[in-house]
């Protein structure tokens, strides 16, 4: 047994440690586990800091990354940006405390959260180097720049900072005077090298997400030349957009978390601590939640037992609740997938779907999914998949990851892509982008370098994969239909002449019109869309020809889908038309005669020379058309069915949040009444005033 003596001497031996000595002891926690990925991690951190404070800026982002080996497997990293810069005072906390950050408790898409990143940076450097991290800083409203050295005190969780100074800030590269901007310079035990998992790559992943930045790679060797570099420009000037905060929604509340909202509450009211911490809970619902866990809707948060809130817990999985707002996600978007894509793959074609956003356990998410084919991809191997999470790179575990998983879930053989086994990942010519937007991205590990298991985000990577695989097998088919047209329409125009001016030389006569017999060899109707670009009248052009070789008359309707944004419309439309669904326009073409043709034409504002280069066509008709694609009338009607959901949970949500300003307005007058109450100034009593009125009312959400 053990005594009194010892069991008091292992106790003394106990002691509190920081969190900066946890992480000393586990840096593999912080990505910094192999010295190949330490340099990847160092650039990500950095990276994903500029990026951030760019665009809360709403700052176009350039940002410099500089690379140089020094001694032995040590290397110096530079990363500069022109953001807005770090405030004197605020840059010891930013590059010397761990766990301080401004998102941890924010509900909404970012980077980031814990406030780890670049201080693990400057605890690495200073732990396989013994170096400081000299960091300069400038913002627009000081005439000069903060020029400081920092480190990290690992037992007081605090920087330690020496040689502060203020100058001018005189960029490098170009030789002017510096603005704004950050510029970090610190040296690490690391190994740089090349490949699928490297700073190149993390870069050439990061540009395609982030299509509105300006990234440079430069790689020098100890003499000082270059050994490796890339440039990836930004090929759009549209920043992502604003996120908004959000409450926490009900559903993804466990009891100690809101055990510990009620404690903190300072609500004298339930209705008004469920309205008011809560999304998704509208004065119908939050009475509905009390009456079910039968808590008075006067009692006071503070004083709700465990019991109480175990049962409101349960009321929250019974009761229907609104969706949380969607503003809190920002979405890459169709269109700047493709230019993202664009300037990092060489590819012939590319299919793109941004899912609508759904709801995990009370987390809003968002799912986008991109594929591009042909071009100098390679052929004979697996297809390279890129995956992403709130727009940053996940480069390791990729067999391990959710977003993997959902991707080798779909029977690609089918949508021209090879599959040995009818499963895993596929071989082919194409790479496939996916990326998950979310308020709450669970990882497998502290490193966030794959998804965890989700059924609900795995049903959506798959829906919008098999989408990107439908557009696909339309591109292949189409290719394939029109060459052969185009093979068999040559060896008719070329040949049928020939015989026709031969025959006729020897018989003497004249050459008979070939119209209706080449229409009856080929025997088909042929579609074919041009793209351009419209200089003078800054639009981008749709051209469709469609040619009716056959020996009947024809009626089809044509239709196109369009990149329809908030940006975007269809400006020049000469032949009318009607909106099938968002971003579909369908002509109605009665007769088509055979051997004519006729053209649709039509302009779209709102986007750049470029931004625009493939559309997909369909129809509705008897037989086939060369170049367009039977219309799939239930995914047509699965699509205008979400836009009405869609437009529906808007508007309830607008009827809402009036509801619950209103509501709010009257609450706010009655915490003043109950404050005088209590302070004796008035005798009447609270639980007769007339506030249960306003929590009646109905209709705010169904």
Request: hydrophobic content about 35%; overall charge neutral; glycine content about 8%.
């Amino acid at each position: 047994m053990i005594g009194v003596n010892e069991a008091e001497e292992i106790s003394s031996k106990q002691k509190q440690i920081s969190i900066s000595e946890f992480f000393e002891k586990n840096k593999h926690f912080l990505g910094f586990d192999t010295l190949p990925r330490a340099i990847i991690t160092a650039v990500k951190e950095s990276v994903d800091n500029s990026l951030d404070a760019c665009e809360e800026a709403r700052i176009l982002p350039d940002i410099r990354v500089e690379i140089r080996r020094t001694k032995g497997d040590e290397l110096e990293l530079i990363t500069q940006d022109n953001g807005p810069g770090i405030p004197r005072d605020a840059i010891e906390n930013v590059f010397g405390k761990f766990l301080l950050g401004s998102r941890f408790h924010a509900i909404r898409q970012t980077r980031g959260q814990q406030g780890i990143g670049i201080t693990g940076v400057v605890m690495y450097s200073q732990l396989t180097t013994g170096s400081k991290t000299h960091v300069v800083s400038k913002i627009r409203s000081d005439s000069s720049a903060v020029y400081v050295d920092l480190g990290v005190d690992t037992k007081k969780n605090k920087a330690i900072k020496s040689g502060e100074k203020r100058d001018i800030w005189i960029d490098e590269k170009s030789g002017e005077e510096v603005s704004h901007g950050l510029r970090i310079k610190t040296n690490m035990k690391a190994k740089y090298q090349r490949g699928k998992k490297s700073v190149f790559q993390y870069l050439r992943m990061t540009s395609i997400v982030n299509p509105h930045a300006s990234i440079s790679l430069t790689v020098f060797d100890k003499e000082g030349l270059i050994v490796e570099e890339g440039h990836w420009i930004r090929t759009s000037n549209k920043l992502p957009r604003v996120v908004e905060e959000i409450k926490p929604h009900p559903h993804g509340i466990q009891l100690g978390t809101l055990q510990r909202m009620l404690r903190e509450a300072t609500d004298r009211r339930m209705t008004s601590f469920l309205k008011h911490n809560f999304s998704g809970v509208s004065p119908r619902a939050a009475k509905e939640i009390l009456e079910m866990a039968e808590v008075e809707e006067s009692r006071t948060p503070k004083r709700i037992k465990s019991e109480e809130a175990k049962e409101m817990i349960s009321a929250f999985k019974t009761v229907k609740l609104l969706k949380p707002p969607m503003d809190c996600l920002s979405p890459i978007e169709d269109l700047l997938i493709k230019k993202g894509l664009s300037k990092a793959i060489d590819s012939r074609f590319a299919s793109t779907v941004t899912r609508n956003p759904s709801v995990s356990e009370g987390n809003p998410f968002q799912i986008e999914v991109g594929l591009v084919f042909g071009g100098d991809l390679t052929a004979d191997g697996p297809i390279e998949i890129l995956r992403f999470a709130n727009r940053v790179p996940l480069m390791y575990q990729q067999g391990g990851c959710l977003l993997t998983k959902a991707l080798e879930a779909v029977n690609w053989k089918s949508y021209g892509l090879e599959q040995p086994g009818g499963s895993g990942i596929p071989k082919g010519p194409a790479a496939v982008l996916v990326h998950l937007a979310s308020t709450n991205v669970q990882f497998t590990s502290e490193a966030k370098e794959a998804v965890s298991y989700n059924e609900e985000v795995f049903d959506e990577i798959r829906k919008a994969m098999l989408e990107v695989g439908r557009g696909l097998k339309n591109h292949l088919k189409k290719s394939s239909q029109r060459q052969k047209a185009k093979e068999k329409f040559e060896l008719v125009n070329i040949i049928l002449p020939e015989i026709s001016k031969k025959s006729s030389e020897l018989l003497g006569r004249e050459e008979p019109d070939l119209a209706p017999v080449i229409t009856q060899i080929m025997n088909a109707v042929f579609l074919e869309e041009i793209l351009s670009w419209d200089k003078e009248r800054r639009l981008s052009m749709c051209s469709i020809s469609i040619h009716n070789y056959t020996a009947r008359a024809r009626a089809y309707t044509i239709l196109a889908k369009w990149p329809e944004s908030m940006e975007t419309s269809m400006e020049f439309n000469p032949r009318g038309g009607r909106k099938e669904a968002r971003g579909l326009w369908a002509w109605r073409l009665d007769t088509l005669d055979p051997g004519t043709s006729t053209l649709l034409e039509f302009g779209i504002s709102g986007l750049s020379k470029g931004d625009w280069n493939e559309a997909d066509i369909f129809f509705r008709g008897n037989g086939e058309i060369i170049g367009a694609t039977k219309m799939d009338e239930s995914l047509l009607e699965e699509q205008r069915k979400a836009e009405a959901l869609e437009a529906a949970v808007e508007e309830v949500r607008m009827k809402g949040a009036a509801s619950i300003e209103i509501a709010s307005t009257y609450d706010n007058a009655n915490r003043d009444l109950q404050s005088r109450e209590e302070d004796g100034m008035d005798g009447n009593n609270s639980d007769d005033s007339p506030n249960t009125d306003w929590f009646g009312m109905e209709g705010d959400e169904q």
